[in-house]
């Protein structure tokens, strides 16, 4: 098992930044790949970022996010930067056993989400 704490939603306006932090617990040597998914309201949830050997990003973030990873901490993390409001979703992060993945039916845990919202 796997434990997955989000922490970092919030509140901005567009145009802000913001950091997101997941801290994982437990047998996170399994956690090969560490992703962030989000899902906005009526929409399912989408990949957003992940890495392991590498990082891959969703075209909609690519350029404007980035995914760090600190081993030490076995936390990841999603800066998020020139937030527009359809960026407005709650924000999961989930890890995979397997490497360099960006789909979601491959991520067996997931964190509880955290909101963060992008007013216009």
């Known amino acids: 098992q796997v434990q997955l704490v989000e922490s970092g939603g919030g509140l901005v306006q567009a145009g802000d930044s913001l950091k997101l932090s997941c801290a994982a617990s437990?047998?996170?040597?399994?956690?090969?790949?560490m992703g962030w998914f989000r899902r906005a309201p009526g929409k399912e949830r989408e990949f957003v970022a992940s890495i392991s050997w590498g990082t891959y990003y969703a075209h909609s973030v690519k350029g404007r996010f980035t995914i760090s990873r600190d081993n030490a901490k076995n936390t990841v993390y999603l800066q998020m930067n020139s937030l527009k409001p359809e960026d407005t979703a709650v924000y999961y992060c989930?890890?995979?056993?397997?490497?360099?993945?960006?789909?979601?039916?491959?991520?067996?845990?997931w964190g509880q989400g955290t909101q963060v919202t992008v007013s216009s």
């Open positions: 989930a890890t995979s056993k397997k490497p360099n993945t960006s789909r979601r039916e491959e991520f067996d845990y």
């Open positions: 437990g047998r996170t040597f399994s956690a090969v790949t």
